[in-house]
C-alpha cells in the first residue's frame, strides 16, 4: 500500500545519503557532523531551480544542479576548515550545522524562511510525470542502485585508495608525493556531492523543503546509520540506513505510553546508538579490503633493471646540496649552520650521535619543517620553503623513524598508493570502469608484484599493513619507497630493529637502488657494520653541523669522533 | 547605549561560568562533550524537585541541586565514558555517546516530567541597578560564582595533588599513567568539578528561565562557542570568549533587525574558526605535530 | 557475516510489510473503530499544548464509548508523531495513520507541517483541523479547517478592547518570535492596532530559544511604548519576557495571545497588573474536568477537546442519515453545519477554510484568569 511504499522510498534517499557520508567519514576519515547541511543544500537547489528556472522535465538537471551546489558548499566550507583536523573541523562542521537553520530562515526571499518553499514539482522525465507511488518507489530505488554502483568502484579505484592512504597516515602519503589536502577537500566535495543529489530526489519526493527538515536530528540520524551498518563499507551503512529506517517505522507500531511517543522514539534512538557503540562499535559489517590477483604467467616485471655491480668510483655531480641550514625548536637549536652534499650515484651515510640533528636535516630537506636559514638545492632548482609533497613528486623521498606504512591498507595497497599515477588517482575520471585506468591499473599491479616478490613479501600482498611484523613494514615501507622510485631516497635509520636474517636482503635492496643509473642514497645509521658495508661517503654531525666527512674507513678510524659518537674512545675491535 | 553593554557582560559571564566546565573536560578528556547539558539539566530538575515539591527553602535546594550535578558528572563518566576512555577510544565514538547520552536525557525527562516549563519562583528577582540598568540576583550570583571559580580552580590546579595529577593526565596520559598517576581518580575529580560547575549554572539560569527539557541545549552551546572564540591556554580563554559572545548579542540587536541576532553571534564563531583556530589565546591544538 | 546481517535486515523488512498489510483485514465480528488522528510534537512550544490537547480529546472519547460509539462503533485516537515540528517526519506519520489507521480527521499545528501536507489531505479526503495561525494554511488545501483562529483575528480582540477601554494606550511595540508565525503576528498587529489608531511603533524578534530577551526589550524601550505585545510560540519565553520586561523597568501594558492561556501564566503574581491576553472562552456549563485541565494544563485542551466533539457530532449526523462515515462527507456536513456549539465554546466554520470562535479578553486576579469582555464568533469576522 502507500504508505510502506512511501517509508521504502524514504529509505531509499537516506540511503544515498548515506552513501555519502560514507565516502566523507569511512573513506576519507574527515569527521564530520554537518551533514545535514549538504542535503540541505541540495534539496534547497532542486527546489528552488525546478520551482523558478528550470522547464518541466528536467528532472536530472535539477539533481545535477543539488549535487553541484552542495559540492560548491563542501569547497566554501573545506578549503578553511580543512588546513586542520580532528576536533577543530568537527567543530567547524557542527557550527555550520547549527547555522544553517539560521541563515536559511532569515533568506525569506530566496528560500521562503521558515515555512519553506512547497508546490515542487514531481519528477518528471520528458513527459512522463512520476506520480505513482509504485513509479516513483522504482525510480528512487533506481537512483540508490546508481549511487551505490558509483561509490563503490570510487572506492575500489586508485583514487579510492589514495583517500584512505590520506586517512590512514596524511604525513605518509605527503612524503609520497601526494597532496593530501587537495586529495581530503576532493573526497570532502564528492560525499557532499552525493549527498546533495540526495536532498535533490528528497526535495522532488515530498514536494517540500523547510529549515526544520535539515537539522541536528538528521545528523544523529544519519550517524545511526552509518555506525550501525559499519562505517568503512558500502553494503555496511547501505544496510545500516535500510535497518534504521524500518526500525523507525516499526516504532510507529509499538504500543508506546500516548502523549510521549515523540520522546520516547528519541530515546529509543539514543539508547540504540549507546548501545552499538558499546557492543559493537565497528558495526555490523567491518571494512572488506580488496584482493589483488597475481598476475597471469608471473611475467616479468614491466620495466627491466639493469643491475650494475656496485661500485665506488668517482661520482657524477651533485644531486643534494644543503648549505647553512638553520633550525631552532623553541630554545634548542638543532641546526646550527649544517652544509652537506649529497653526490648522485653514491651511497651516503650520516653518522653521529643522539641530538646530533640528523633527523632534522631530512625533516628540512623534504619539506616537512621549514628552516629558519639556509637554502636547499636539487640540481639548479632551489627546494627551499618547498612542500613535502611537492619536493617527493620532484624526486626526493624518505622513509620515517617511525615506518608509518598505512596499517589499513593492503601490503599490496601500500605499495600501489605510492606509485605514480596518470589518471587512476582524479576523483571521478579515475574510475576503474573506465578503459585507459584500467589499464594503467593492470600495469601498476603487475609492477608492484614484481617489488612484492622481490622484497620477499608476496605472501602477504592481501594482508592488511598494520598485521605486519615490525622488520616487515620497514621491509614494506623501503619497497613503497622503491615504487615512488625516486631520484634521491633518504632513509631514517633503515635497519634499526630488524633482525639479522633480514638485515642481508635490507642491505641488498639499497645497493641494487643505488646502483641504478643517476640515483642518489642518503642514510642515518647507527650500526657501523651497515655504514662498512654500504656507505661510499660518511657525513659525521654533532652539535647541529657537519663536523667532519670522508670515506668510511677513514671516518671510523678517527679516535676523536669516535669519542664522541660512543661518549669513550673506541674499545679496540 | 550603556544598557546594551551592562546586559552584555551579564549575559557573558552566565555563558562563561558554563564554559569553565567544559573547558575542563576538553583539556583534561580530549573530548567534546555534548552531554554536558545532561548534567545542566539534572540539577534543573533537581533544584526543581527539591524547592517546588519537597518545599526546600531556597537557600538549602539550590546547593543540593549543586551537588547533584556533580555527581551527574560523576556517574556519567563512571556508567558511560571510563569504559571508552580506557580503551582509547577515537574521538568519534566520544562525540557520537555524548550526543546520544544527551538525546536520550532531554527526550527521557520530556517523557517523564512533559515538556510543560516549571517555575521555581514567580516573584521578581531581588536586585540592584548598575549603571542605569536594573541587574537581578541571578545575574549577580552568577558574576560571583563565576569569578570564585575562576580563582578556586587556579588554587586547585597549581596548589593541590588531585589538581597536579589532572593536569599531568591532561598533558600527556601515558605518561601520567607509567609515573603511577591514578587516571581513573583524575577524570572523576575532573568531571565531578565539572558537573558542579553545571549544577551551579543550571541553578543560576533556571531560576529566571523556568525548567523544561529543551533549557539545557542553547546555554551548553554557547558555552561551546566561547571556547573556540576564546581559546584553551588557561581557563581566562573561555571566560573572555564568553563576553566577548555577550556583547555581540547585545549589539547585534542595537543597529541590525533583531532576527540576524544569531547570525551575528554564529559569525563571530565561525570567523574564529576560520581566520584563528586556536582561540584568540590560543590553546586549541590546531594539528599534530609534522614527522 | 554479510550474508547473515542482510539476511537479518530482509526479515524485519519482511516482518514490517506483513505487519503492513495484514492489519489491513479487520478480525472478523468485531466492530471496527473509527480513528481521528492528532499530532504528537518534542519541540518546546508546542510539546506542552499538545499534552494537553490529547488530554482534553480523550475526555470526549471516553465519554463516547460509554454511550456505545457512533454507530456501534467506538471512536479512537491515533498519535502522530511529528517531531519537533518536522514535515518530513509528519508526513510518514500522517501517512500511516491514513492508510493504516485510517483516520477520517486529524488536528495539527505548525504552519510548515499543515503546508507540507496539505496535498496529502487532499488526496486522502482527510479533514484536517488546524491549530495553527498562519493564513497560508487554509489557503492552500481544501481539506483544511482551521480550529484556531488566524492571527487577525487573533489580535482583533485585544486590539478592540484597548480602543475601547484603554484610551491612553496610543504607542505599542511589538516582540516577536523570529518564526513566520511572528512575522504574520506583527502584520496582524500593525493592521489591526493601526486601524483603531493605535500605532506600532517598534519591533524585535527574538530566536526561539533565546539566552535572554534584555537586549531585544531595552531596544523597545527606547521609544518609550504605552504597551508592549508579546507575540511569541505557545508561551514559551512569555514568562521571561514579563520578568524582564518588568526588571527593566517598564510599567506599561503587556498583551499577548492565546498562547499565553497557561496556569504558569496566572500564577505570576507580575500578571495581576497591567497584562491582558485574549484565549479561548470555555463556557461555564462546559463540564468539570475539562474546565479542570484548562486551567491546570493549558488553556488549548479545549481546543483538542473540541476536535474530537466536533468530529463526533458530524459523524452521528452522516450516521443518522445513512450517509459513509468519511471525510469528504465529513467536510460537506460541517461546513454545511457552519455554526457549531460545543459543551466548551462556540465556533462559525467558513467554506474558505477560515474559523471564527469565540474569544474572550482576560486579565489575572488571584491566580486566575478573569473575562473581561467577550467576542462572539459574529464580531471577530
Same mark, same amino acid.
Given at each position: 500500500?502507500?504508505?510502506?511504499?512511501?517509508?521504502?522510498?524514504?529509505?531509499?534517499?537516506?540511503?544515498?545519503?548515506?552513501?555519502?557520508?560514507?565516502?566523507?567519514?569511512?573513506?576519507?576519515?574527515?569527521?564530520?557532523?554537518?551533514?545535514?547541511?549538504?542535503?540541505?543544500?541540495?534539496?534547497?537547489?532542486?527546489?528552488?531551480?525546478?520551482?523558478?528556472?528550470?522547464?518541466?522535465?528536467?528532472?536530472?538537471?535539477?539533481?545535477?544542479?543539488?549535487?553541484?551546489?552542495?559540492?560548491?558548499?563542501?569547497?566554501?566550507?573545506?578549503?578553511?576548515?580543512?588546513?586542520?583536523?580532528?576536533?577543530?573541523?568537527?567543530?567547524? %562542521?557542527?557550527?555550520?550545522?547549527?547555522?544553517?537553520?539560521?541563515?536559511?530562515?532569515?533568506?525569506?526571499?530566496?528560500?521562503?524562511?521558515?515555512?519553506?518553499?512547497?508546490?515542487?514539482?514531481?519528477?518528471?522525465?520528458?513527459?512522463?510525470?512520476?506520480?505513482?507511488?509504485?513509479? %516513483?518507489?522504482?525510480?528512487?530505488?533506481?537512483?540508490?542502485?546508481?549511487?551505490?554502483?558509483?561509490?563503490?568502484?570510487?572506492?575500489?579505484?586508485?583514487?579510492?585508495?589514495?583517500?584512505?592512504?590520506?586517512?590512514?597516515?596524511?604525513?605518509?602519503?605527503?612524503?609520497?608525493?601526494?597532496?593530501?589536502?587537495?586529495?581530503?577537500?576532493?573526497?570532502? &566535495?564528492?560525499?557532499?556531492?552525493?549527498?546533495?543529489?540526495?536532498?535533490?530526489?528528497?526535495?522532488?519526493?515530498?514536494?517540500?523543503?523547510?529549515?526544520?527538515? /535539515?537539522?541536528?536530528?538528521?545528523?544523529?540520524?544519519?550517524?545511526?546509520?552509518?555506525?550501525?551498518?559499519?562505517?568503512?563499507?558500502?553494503?555496511?551503512?547501505?544496510?545500516?540506513?535500510?535497518?534504521?529506517?524500518?526500525?523507525?517505522?516499526?516504532?510507529?507500531?509499538?504500543?508506546?505510553?500516548?502523549?510521549?511517543?515523540?520522546?520516547?522514539?528519541?530515546?529509543?534512538?539514543?539508547?540504540?546508538?549507546?548501545?552499538?557503540?558499546?557492543?559493537?562499535?565497528?558495526?555490523?559489517?567491518?571494512?572488506?579490503?580488496?584482493?589483488?590477483?597475481?598476475?597471469?604467467?608471473?611475467?616479468?616485471?614491466?620495466?627491466?633493471?639493469?643491475?650494475?655491480?656496485?661500485?665506488? =668510483?668517482?661520482?657524477?655531480?651533485?644531486?643534494?646540496?644543503?648549505?647553512?641550514?638553520?633550525?631552532?625548536?623553541?630554545?634548542?637549536?638543532?641546526?646550527?649552520?649544517?652544509?652537506?652534499?649529497?653526490?648522485?650515484?653514491?651511497?651516503?651515510?650520516?653518522?653521529?650521535?643522539?641530538?646530533?640533528?640528523?633527523?632534522?636535516?631530512?625533516?628540512?630537506?623534504?619539506?616537512?619543517?621549514?628552516?629558519?636559514?639556509?637554502?636547499?638545492?636539487?640540481?639548479?632548482?632551489?627546494?627551499?620553503?618547498?612542500?613535502? =609533497?611537492?619536493?617527493?613528486?620532484?624526486?626526493?623521498?624518505? %622513509? /620515517?623513524?617511525?615506518?608509518?606504512?598505512?596499517?589499513?591498507?593492503?601490503?599490496?595497497?601500500?605499495?600501489?598508493?605510492?606509485?605514480?599515477?596518470?589518471?587512476?588517482?582524479?576523483?571521478?575520471?579515475?574510475?576503474?570502469?573506465?578503459?585507459?585506468?584500467?589499464?594503467?591499473?593492470?600495469?601498476?599491479?603487475?609492477?608492484?608484484?614484481?617489488?612484492?616478490?622481490?622484497?620477499?613479501?608476496?605472501?602477504?600482498?592481501?594482508?592488511?599493513?598494520?598485521?605486519?611484523?615490525?622488520?616487515?613494514?620497514?621491509?614494506?615501507?623501503?619497497?613503497?619507497? %622503491?615504487?615512488?622510485?625516486?631520484?634521491?631516497?633518504?632513509?631514517?635509520?633503515?635497519?634499526?630493529?630488524?633482525? &639479522?636474517?633480514?638485515?642481508?636482503?635490507?642491505?641488498?635492496?639499497?645497493?641494487?637502488?643505488?646502483?641504478?643509473?643517476?640515483?642518489?642514497?642518503?642514510?642515518?645509521?647507527?650500526?657501523?657494520?651497515?655504514?662498512?658495508?654500504?656507505?661510499?661517503?660518511?657525513?659525521?654531525?654533532?652539535?647541529?653541523?657537519?663536523?667532519?666527512?670522508?670515506?668510511?674507513?677513514?671516518?671510523?678510524?678517527?679516535?676523536?669522533?669516535?669519542?664522541?659518537?660512543?661518549?669513550?674512545?673506541?674499545?679496540?675491535? | 547605549?550603556?544598557?546594551?553593554?551592562?546586559?552584555?557582560?551579564?549575559?557573558?559571564?552566565?555563558?562563561?561560568?558554563?564554559?569553565?566546565?567544559?573547558?575542563?573536560?576538553?583539556?583534561?578528556?580530549?573530548?567534546?562533550?555534548?552531554?554536558?547539558?545532561?548534567?545542566?539539566?539534572?540539577?534543573?530538575?533537581?533544584?526543581?524537585?527539591?524547592?517546588?515539591?519537597?518545599?526546600?527553602?531556597?537557600?538549602?535546594?539550590?546547593?543540593?541541586?549543586?551537588?547533584?550535578?556533580?555527581?551527574?558528572?560523576?556517574?556519567?563518566?563512571?556508567?558511560?565514558?571510563?569504559?571508552?576512555?580506557?580503551?582509547?577510544?577515537?574521538?568519534?565514538?566520544?562525540?557520537?555517546?555524548?550526543?546520544?547520552?544527551?538525546?536520550?536525557?532531554?527526550?527521557?525527562?520530556?517523557?517523564?516530567?512533559?515538556?510543560?516549563?516549571?517555575?521555581?519562583?514567580?516573584?521578581?528577582?531581588?536586585?540592584?541597578?548598575?549603571?542605569?540598568?536594573?541587574?537581578?540576583?541571578?545575574?549577580?550570583?552568577?558574576?560571583?560564582?563565576?569569578?570564585?571559580?575562576?580563582?578556586?580552580?587556579?588554587?586547585?590546579?597549581?596548589?593541590?595533588?588531585?589538581?597536579?595529577?589532572?593536569?599531568?593526565?591532561?598533558?600527556?596520559?601515558?605518561?601520567?599513567?607509567?609515573?603511577?598517576?591514578?587516571?581513573?581518580?583524575?577524570?572523576?575529580?575532573?568531571?565531578?568539578?565539572?558537573?558542579?560547575?553545571?549544577?551551579?549554572?543550571?541553578?543560576?539560569?533556571?531560576?529566571?528561565?523556568?525548567?523544561?527539557?529543551?533549557?539545557?541545549?542553547?546555554?551548553?552551546?554557547?558555552?561551546?562557542?566561547?571556547?573556540?572564540?576564546?581559546?584553551?591556554?588557561?581557563?581566562?580563554?573561555?571566560?573572555?570568549?564568553?563576553?566577548?559572545?555577550?556583547?555581540?548579542?547585545?549589539?547585534?540587536?542595537?543597529?541590525?533587525?533583531?532576527?540576524?541576532?544569531?547570525?551575528?553571534?554564529? #559569525?563571530?564563531?565561525?570567523?574564529?574558526?576560520?581566520?584563528?583556530?586556536?582561540?584568540?589565546?590560543?590553546?586549541?591544538?590546531?594539528?599534530?605535530?609534522? #614527522? | 557475516?554479510?550474508?547473515?546481517?542482510?539476511?537479518?535486515?530482509?526479515?524485519?523488512?519482511?516482518?514490517?510489510?506483513?505487519?503492513?498489510?495484514?492489519?489491513?483485514?479487520?478480525?472478523?465480528?468485531?466492530?471496527?473503530?473509527?480513528?481521528?488522528?492528532?499530532?504528537?510534537?518534542?519541540?518546546?512550544?508546542?510539546?506542552?499544548?499538545?499534552?494537553?490537547?490529547?488530554?482534553?480529546?480523550?475526555?470526549?472519547?471516553?465519554?463516547?464509548?460509554?454511550?456505545?460509539?457512533?454507530?456501534?462503533?467506538?471512536?479512537?485516537?491515533?498519535?502522530?508523531?511529528?517531531?519537533?515540528?518536522?514535515?518530513?517526519?509528519?508526513?510518514?506519520?500522517?501517512?500511516?495513520?491514513?492508510?493504516?489507521?485510517?483516520?477520517?480527521?486529524?488536528?495539527?499545528?505548525?504552519?510548515?507541517?499543515?503546508?507540507?501536507?496539505?496535498?496529502?489531505?487532499?488526496?486522502?479526503?482527510?479533514?484536517?483541523?488546524?491549530?495553527?495561525?498562519?493564513?497560508?494554511?487554509?489557503?492552500?488545501?481544501?481539506?483544511?479547517?482551521?480550529?484556531?483562529?488566524?492571527?487577525?483575528?487573533?489580535?482583533?480582540?485585544?486590539?478592540?478592547?484597548?480602543?475601547?477601554?484603554?484610551?491612553?494606550?496610543?504607542?505599542?511595540?511589538?516582540?516577536?518570535?523570529?518564526?513566520?508565525?511572528?512575522?504574520?503576528?506583527?502584520?496582524?498587529?500593525?493592521?489591526?492596532?493601526?486601524?483603531?489608531?493605535?500605532?506600532?511603533?517598534?519591533?524585535?524578534?527574538?530566536?526561539?530559544?533565546?539566552?535572554?530577551?534584555?537586549?531585544?526589550?531595552?531596544?523597545?524601550?527606547?521609544?518609550?511604548?504605552?504597551?508592549?505585545?508579546?507575540?511569541?510560540?505557545?508561551?514559551?519565553?512569555?514568562?521571561?519576557?514579563?520578568?524582564?520586561?518588568?526588571?527593566?523597568?517598564?510599567?506599561?501594558?503587556?498583551?499577548?495571545?492565546?498562547?499565553?492561556?497557561?496556569?504558569?501564566?496566572?500564577?505570576?503574581?507580575?500578571?495581576?497588573?497591567?497584562?491582558?491576553?485574549?484565549?479561548?472562552?470555555?463556557?461555564?456549563?462546559?463540564?468539570?474536568?475539562?474546565?479542570?485541565?484548562?486551567?491546570?494544563?493549558?488553556?488549548?485542551?479545549?481546543?483538542?477537546?473540541?476536535?474530537?466533539?466536533?468530529?463526533?457530532?458530524?459523524?452521528?449526523?452522516?450516521?443518522?442519515?445513512?450517509?459513509?462515515?468519511?471525510?469528504?462527507?465529513?467536510?460537506?456536513?460541517?461546513?454545511?453545519?457552519?455554526?457549531?456549539?460545543?459543551?466548551?465554546?462556540?465556533?462559525?466554520?467558513?467554506?474558505?477554510?477560515?474559523?471564527?470562535?469565540?474569544?474572550?479578553?482576560?486579565?489575572?486576579?488571584?491566580?486566575?484568569?478573569?473575562?473581561?469582555?467577550?467576542?462572539?464568533?459574529?464580531?471577530?469576522?
Amino acid at each position: 500500500m502507500d504508505y510502506v511504499l512511501g517509508v521504502l522510498t524514504l529509505i531509499a534517499i537516506w540511503v544515498i545519503a548515506v552513501h555519502g557520508y560514507m565516502l566523507i567519514k569511512g573513506l576519507g576519515g574527515l569527521l564530520h557532523l554537518g551533514h545535514a547541511v549538504f542535503f540541505g543544500l541540495g534539496a534547497y537547489t532542486a527546489a528552488i531551480l525546478s520551482r523558478e528556472v528550470l522547464p518541466a522535465g528536467a528532472y536530472p538537471a535539477s539533481l545535477l544542479a543539488a549535487a553541484l551546489v552542495a559540492g560548491a558548499g563542501a569547497v566554501a566550507i573545506g578549503v578553511p576548515a580543512l588546513r586542520a583536523r580532528g576536533r577543530y573541523f568537527m567543530l567547524v %562542521t557542527f557550527s555550520i550545522q547549527l547555522a544553517f537553520f539560521t541563515v536559511v530562515s532569515n533568506l525569506h526571499g530566496l528560500t521562503g524562511g521558515p515555512d519553506g518553499l512547497s508546490r515542487i514539482p514531481r519528477p518528471q522525465l520528458g513527459a512522463w510525470t512520476v506520480a505513482a507511488p509504485g513509479a %516513483t518507489l522504482a525510480l528512487v530505488v533506481g537512483l540508490a542502485v546508481l549511487s551505490f554502483l558509483f561509490c563503490h568502484l570510487t572506492i575500489r579505484s586508485p583514487y579510492g585508495r589514495l583517500v584512505r592512504a590520506v586517512r590512514d597516515d596524511e604525513i605518509a602519503a605527503e612524503g609520497a608525493g601526494k597532496r593530501a589536502a587537495a586529495v581530503k577537500l576532493s573526497i570532502f &566535495v564528492l560525499g557532499a556531492g552525493v549527498t546533495g543529489f540526495a536532498g535533490g530526489v528528497f526535495a522532488h519526493y515530498m514536494r517540500y523543503v523547510g529549515p526544520t527538515q /535539515f537539522g541536528l536530528d538528521l545528523v544523529v540520524l544519519f550517524l545511526v546509520m552509518l555506525v550501525l551498518g559499519g562505517q568503512f563499507n558500502l553494503l555496511g551503512v547501505t544496510v545500516g540506513a535500510v535497518t534504521v529506517g524500518v526500525m523507525i517505522e516499526a516504532l510507529r507500531f509499538a504500543p508506546l505510553p500516548r502523549g510521549s511517543e515523540a520522546f520516547l522514539h528519541q530515546v529509543l534512538f539514543g539508547g540504540l546508538l549507546i548501545a552499538i557503540l558499546f557492543i559493537r562499535p565497528e558495526g555490523l559489517l567491518p571494512e572488506r579490503l580488496p584482493r589483488h590477483r597475481r598476475p597471469a604467467g608471473g611475467g616479468p616485471p614491466a620495466r627491466v633493471e639493469a643491475v650494475r655491480a656496485h661500485r665506488r =668510483e668517482a661520482p657524477d655531480g651533485v644531486a643534494l646540496r644543503a648549505e647553512g641550514l638553520v633550525k631552532r625548536f623553541g630554545g634548542v637549536t638543532a641546526l646550527d649552520g649544517c652544509t652537506l652534499d649529497l653526490a648522485r650515484g653514491r651511497i651516503t651515510a650520516i653518522i653521529g650521535p643522539n641530538g646530533a640533528g640528523k633527523t632534522t636535516v631530512f625533516n628540512l630537506v623534504t619539506g616537512f619543517v621549514r628552516p629558519d636559514a639556509g637554502r636547499i638545492h636539487v640540481g639548479a632548482q632551489e627546494l627551499t620553503g618547498w612542500t613535502p =609533497e611537492r619536493i617527493a613528486a620532484l624526486g626526493v623521498a624518505r %622513509t /620515517f623513524q617511525d615506518v608509518r606504512i598505512w596499517p589499513r591498507l593492503t601490503v599490496i595497497e601500500n605499495v600501489l598508493a605510492a606509485m605514480r599515477w596518470r589518471r587512476g588517482e582524479r576523483p571521478v575520471l579515475g574510475l576503474p570502469i573506465l578503459p585507459g585506468v584500467r589499464a594503467e591499473e593492470r600495469q601498476h599491479v603487475e609492477r608492484a608484484w614484481a617489488l612484492l616478490e622481490r622484497f620477499g613479501l608476496q605472501d602477504k600482498a592481501d594482508d592488511p599493513g598494520g598485521a605486519l611484523s615490525y622488520a616487515q613494514q620497514k621491509m614494506l615501507a623501503l619497497a613503497r619507497l %622503491t615504487a615512488l622510485d625516486p631520484a634521491v631516497m633518504l632513509l631514517d635509520e633503515p635497519t634499526a630493529g630488524v633482525d &639479522v636474517c633480514r638485515l642481508g636482503t635490507f642491505l641488498d635492496h639499497i645497493q641494487r637502488f643505488s646502483a641504478q643509473q643517476g640515483r642518489t642514497v642518503c642514510l642515518i645509521e647507527h650500526n657501523m657494520d651497515v655504514v662498512r658495508e654500504l656507505a661510499d661517503h660518511v657525513l659525521f654531525m654533532n652539535d647541529g653541523r657537519v663536523v667532519a666527512e670522508g670515506r668510511p674507513e677513514e671516518v671510523m678510524a678517527d679516535q676523536e669522533l669516535m669519542a664522541i659518537y660512543l661518549g669513550h674512545a673506541p674499545v679496540e675491535a | 547605549m550603556i544598557a546594551y553593554f551592562v546586559n552584555g557582560i551579564a549575559l557573558g559571564f552566565s555563558i562563561g561560568l558554563l564554559a569553565f566546565g567544559l573547558a575542563l573536560i576538553w583539556r583534561t578528556a580530549g573530548m567534546i562533550d555534548f552531554s554536558y547539558g545532561c548534567v545542566f539539566l539534572a540539577s534543573a530538575y533537581a533544584a526543581l524537585g527539591l524547592h517546588v515539591l519537597l518545599g526546600w527553602p531556597l537557600w538549602l535546594a539550590a546547593p543540593a541541586a549543586v551537588g547533584v550535578g556533580g555527581l551527574t558528572g560523576m556517574g556519567l563518566y563512571l556508567g558511560l565514558y571510563r569504559h571508552f576512555l580506557r580503551r582509547r577510544a577515537p574521538l568519534f565514538v566520544l562525540v557520537l555517546l555524548s550526543l546520544a547520552a544527551f538525546t536520550v536525557t532531554e527526550n527521557g525527562l520530556g517523557a517523564m516530567f512533559t515538556a510543560q516549563r516549571f517555575y521555581l519562583t514567580h516573584e521578581l528577582l531581588p536586585g540592584w541597578t548598575v549603571l542605569g540598568v536594573r541587574l537581578n540576583a541571578a545575574h549577580f550570583s552568577k558574576i560571583a560564582i563565576a569569578l570564585v571559580v575562576l580563582g578556586a580552580l587556579w588554587l586547585f590546579f597549581t596548589r593541590t595533588r588531585p589538581g597536579a595529577a589532572i593536569l599531568a593526565v591532561a598533558d600527556n596520559r601515558q605518561l601520567a599513567e607509567a609515573v603511577g598517576v591514578n587516571v581513573n581518580h583524575a577524570y572523576l575529580w575532573v568531571f565531578g568539578i565539572a558537573g558542579l560547575i553545571a549544577g551551579a549554572a543550571a541553578v543560576t539560569t533556571v531560576i529566571e528561565t523556568g525548567v523544561d527539557p529543551f533549557v539545557g541545549f542553547v546555554p551548553v552551546f554557547l558555552a561551546f562557542a566561547s571556547i573556540i572564540v576564546g581559546g584553551l591556554r588557561d581557563l581566562r580563554g573561555p571566560l573572555v570568549g564568553a563576553l566577548v559572545l555577550g556583547q555581540a548579542f547585545h549589539w547585534a540587536v542595537w543597529k541590525i533587525p533583531a532576527s540576524w541576532q544569531e547570525v551575528v553571534a554564529y #559569525t563571530v564563531v565561525i570567523g574564529v574558526l576560520m581566520v584563528r583556530p586556536e582561540g584568540l589565546f590560543g590553546g586549541i591544538q590546531r594539528f599534530q605535530g609534522r #614527522t | 557475516m554479510q550474508i547473515r546481517a542482510g539476511v537479518r535486515s530482509a526479515a524485519l523488512i519482511g516482518l514490517i510489510l506483513a505487519l503492513a498489510l495484514g492489519g489491513g483485514a479487520a478480525p472478523a465480528g468485531a466492530a471496527e473503530p473509527i480513528a481521528l488522528g492528532m499530532c504528537q510534537s518534542t519541540a518546546p512550544g508546542p510539546a506542552k499544548f499538545a499534552q494537553a490537547m490529547w488530554k482534553g480529546a480523550e475526555l470526549v472519547i471516553q465519554d463516547v464509548n460509554k454511550k456505545g460509539g457512533i454507530g456501534g462503533r467506538p471512536l479512537k485516537l491515533v498519535a502522530m508523531d511529528i517531531g519537533k515540528n518536522d514535515p518530513a517526519l509528519a508526513r510518514q506519520s500522517m501517512q500511516k495513520a491514513i492508510s493504516f489507521d485510517k483516520i477520517v480527521s486529524l488536528l495539527c499545528w505548525g504552519s510548515n507541517v499543515m503546508l507540507q501536507n496539505g496535498p496529502l489531505f487532499d488526496e486522502h479526503k482527510v479533514v484536517a483541523f488546524a491549530m495553527s495561525l498562519s493564513a497560508r494554511v487554509p489557503q492552500e488545501s481544501k481539506y483544511v479547517q482551521q480550529l484556531e483562529v488566524v492571527t487577525t483575528l487573533v489580535v482583533r480582540p485585544v486590539a478592540e478592547y484597548v480602543k475601547q477601554r484603554l484610551p491612553q494606550v496610543k504607542k505599542v511595540a511589538v516582540l516577536y518570535v523570529d518564526y513566520e508565525f511572528g512575522y504574520e503576528m506583527v502584520k496582524a498587529a500593525e493592521s489591526e492596532f493601526g486601524r483603531r489608531g493605535i500605532a506600532v511603533t517598534a519591533k524585535a524578534s527574538h530566536p526561539i530559544a533565546p539566552p535572554d530577551l534584555r537586549a531585544q526589550l531595552t531596544k523597545l524601550m527606547e521609544g518609550k511604548p504605552d504597551a508592549l505585545y508579546v507575540a511569541n510560540i505557545g508561551g514559551g519565553e512569555l514568562v521571561l519576557a514579563i520578568r524582564t520586561a518588568r526588571e527593566l523597568g517598564f510599567e506599561g501594558l503587556i498583551m499577548t495571545h492565546t498562547g499565553g492561556d497557561a496556569p504558569e501564566i496566572y500564577g505570576m503574581g507580575l500578571t495581576e497588573k497591567n497584562f491582558i491576553l485574549d484565549a479561548h472562552v470555555v463556557l461555564d456549563d462546559a463540564p468539570a474536568p475539562l474546565k479542570d485541565l484548562a486551567a491546570n494544563v493549558h488553556g488549548y485542551a479545549s481546543s483538542g477537546y473540541d476536535f474530537a466533539w466536533i468530529s463526533q457530532r458530524v459523524l452521528s449526523a452522516l450516521a443518522q442519515e445513512g450517509k459513509p462515515l468519511g471525510g469528504e462527507a465529513m467536510l460537506a456536513k460541517l461546513r454545511s453545519l457552519a455554526r457549531v456549539k460545543t459543551p466548551a465554546t462556540e465556533y462559525q466554520f467558513f467554506p474558505d477554510g477560515t474559523t471564527a470562535r469565540t474569544l474572550g479578553v482576560f486579565d489575572v486576579h488571584q491566580g486566575k484568569r478573569r473575562l473581561l469582555q467577550t467576542f462572539a464568533p459574529a464580531d471577530s469576522r
